[in-house]
T-cell receptor, first 112, second 112 residues
Framework: SQQGEEDPQALSIQEGENATMNCSYK?????LQWYRQNSGRGLVHLIL?????REKHSGRLRVTLDTSKKSSSLLITASRAADTASYFC????????????FGSGTRLLVRP | NAGVTQTPKFQVLKTGQSMTLQCAQD?????MYWYRQDPGMGLRLIYY???????DKGEVPNGYNVSRLNKREFSLRLESAAPSQTSVYFC???????????FGQGTRLTVV
């Protein structure tokens, strides 16, 4: 089973609304990262939050991390049609490896 | 700067054939990864290389082998392709395994 599970699997919103996606993971992490994928293309890194951080902002993105609940959320504010994509969380495991394990993803559709 | 380059972009194989997927990065990164993505799914880690000269199994290594040829190049080999290996394969690299990863554009492999 995958380290990260995302919720919801799919999300459809109107342009201008906010979109929230959640990620839960199972084992301790060094950091958690969010990526975006357009239509089967390569993934693009959005934001990284370290295990000792609780919240991070980047433009219209806000990420929170709750290590006690092993969960993270990604908020996209004032969404645009161009935000339509799949969003994945990835966990950098707190072990001696350098594995980067991805979740199952949330497919976001922003309707114009 | 090309970033992460994967070849080929598309490939069709017959069951039992072998092939090698090539990946090269020009960012002087230490860590490199191979993932597969099945339709509508997240990325699953096949193998990774934390640094030049080392390789380790990921979540789904069976049926694959890898070679970290040098710091720039990390290849993935299918010795005897099976229809279950039909997928999109992504190569990625990161500076030292604790930072953001950069992805190639993917190789779409179909095994018939």
């Amino acid at each position: 089973s995958q380290q990260g599970e995302e919720d919801p699997q799919a999300l459809s919103i109107q342009e201008g609304e906010n979109a929230t996606m959640n990620c839960s993971y199972k084992t301790s992490i060094n950091n958690l990262q969010w990526y975006r994928q357009n239509s089967g293309r390569g993934l693009v890194h959005l934001i990284l939050i370290r295990s000792n951080e609780r919240e991070k902002h980047s433009g219209r993105l806000r990420v929170t991390l709750d290590t006690s609940k092993k969960s993270s959320s990604l908020l996209i504010t004032a969404s645009r049609a161009a935000d339509t994509a799949s969003y994945f969380c990835a966990t950098d495991l707190m072990d001696s490896s350098y594995k980067l394990i991805f979740g199952s993803g949330t497919r976001l559709l922003v309707r114009p | 700067n090309a970033g992460v380059t994967q070849t080929p972009k598309f490939q069709v194989l017959k069951t039992g054939q072998s092939m090698t997927l090539q990946c090269a990065q020009d960012m002087n990164h230490n860590s490199m990864y191979w993932y597969r993505q099945d339709p509508g799914m997240g990325l699953r880690l096949i193998y990774y290389s934390a640094s030049e000269g080392t390789t380790d199994k990921g979540e789904v290594p069976n049926g694959y082998n890898v070679s970290r040829l040098n710091k720039r190049e990390f290849s993935l080999r299918l010795e005897s392709a099976a229809p279950s290996q039909t997928s999109v394969y992504f190569c990625a690299s990161s500076e030292r395994g604790r930072t953001e990863a950069f992805f190639g554009q993917g190789t779409r492999l179909t095994v018939v």
